[in-house]
């Protein structure tokens, strides 16, 4: 008779606690150092995590990545790209407010080519967010069009607008939220009303 494997509380709760110190690791190098390459060594000095305990948590940097990303976003409590235009008309202003209490990490993962490096990992799942929450608008639209409006309202709903409403212009997190809404909805208007005048 096979032995069923035993899973241990006392081996889960350090595995996820040494776990939780290497994605700790990974943000105080994001935010300390901007322009890190993020290696496994530079993961283990700042973690306290040998290099090989690493490596059995993270075959490799993308896994690594791929933890962080969801890790940070698991700390905002709430979804962050749109699944329907309802979406994009509500989740703005929650979200850019949300972003205010990790203005650090936000700022590192636009500066660094390690942050775009992660960004540009969930870049196919991002558009795919996008293309869906438009779709009652978008089908039937001119394929030029509808990207355009696709585009553009991804970068409207994005970290780098609100981070460029917060430094240059000084709003907060709600205020960016709500001109993001203003812009958005101006844009699907202004995509119906197209859409009319050539349906």
């Known amino acids: 008779m096979a032995r069923r494997p035993y899973n241990s509380p006392i081996r889960e709760a350090r595995a996820a606690e040494t776990r939780g110190r290497i994605l700790d690791a990974v943000r105080t190098i994001f935010e300390t150092d901007p322009e890190s390459s993020l290696n496994f060594d530079e993961v283990a000095k700042v973690s306290g995590v040998n290099r090989r305990t690493i490596f059995r948590h993270f075959a490799n940097k993308d896994e690594l990545l791929q933890a962080f990303w969801t890790s940070t976003n698991a700390t905002l409590d709430m979804k962050i790209w749109p699944e329907t235009g309802e979406d994009l008309m ?49 089908t039937g639209m001119d394929p030029v069009a509808r990207g355009r409006l696709e585009a553009l309202s991804q970068v409207l709903f994005s970290a780098t607008t609100w981070l460029s409403l917060r430094d240059y212009w000084g709003m907060s997190g709600r205020e960016a939220g709500d001109v993001v809404v203003w812009g958005i909805k101006a844009l699907i208007d202004a995509a119906i009303r197209e859409k009319s005048s050539t349906g």
């Open 90 to 138: 509500s989740m703005p202003p929650k979200l850019f407010e949300a972003m205010e209490r990790i203005e650090g990490f936000v700022r590192a993962a636009h500066l660094s080519p390690t942050g775009h490096m992660m960004r540009m990992q969930v870049n196919a799942e991002r558009l795919a967010a996008f293309r869906g929450s438009l779709a009652d608008i978008s």
